[in-house]
């Protein structure tokens, strides 16, 4: 889909969130980044920024965005129905 606004350190009370992008439909799609490989504390890091949309009642969806991730961050991620995307840096 298409993105009407994409905002770099959103901030929040639970610290800055790497990315967010809000598509046409007000959904908001909260993009932590790591360099290296993403482990289980990066899944809760993303949990507690999500803290902020729930608290404030707004639609949001959670993502990491790596080159690779633990199969047990990957296994976490996915039963909290979020998702890994792979990126190369």
């Avoid at 929040?12 to 504390?41: F, L, Q, S, W």
């Avoid at 404030?56 to 998702?83: Q, T």
Wanted: neutral net charge; charged residues 20%; contains cysteine.
């Amino acid at each position: 889909g298409q993105f009407r606004e994409i905002i770099r350190e959103y901030q929040t009370d639970y610290g800055p969130i790497d990315i967010v992008c809000i598509d046409c439909d007000g959904m908001n799609h909260v993009i932590e980044v790591k360099r290296k490989k993403a482990t289980v504390t990066n899944v809760t890091q993303l949990l507690k920024y999500l803290n902020h949309f729930v608290n404030n009642s707004i639609s949001h969806v959670g993502y990491i965005a790596s080159p690779d991730i633990a199969g047990n961050a990957e296994k976490y991620l996915m039963s909290l129905g979020m998702k890994w995307i792979k990126v190369e840096f």
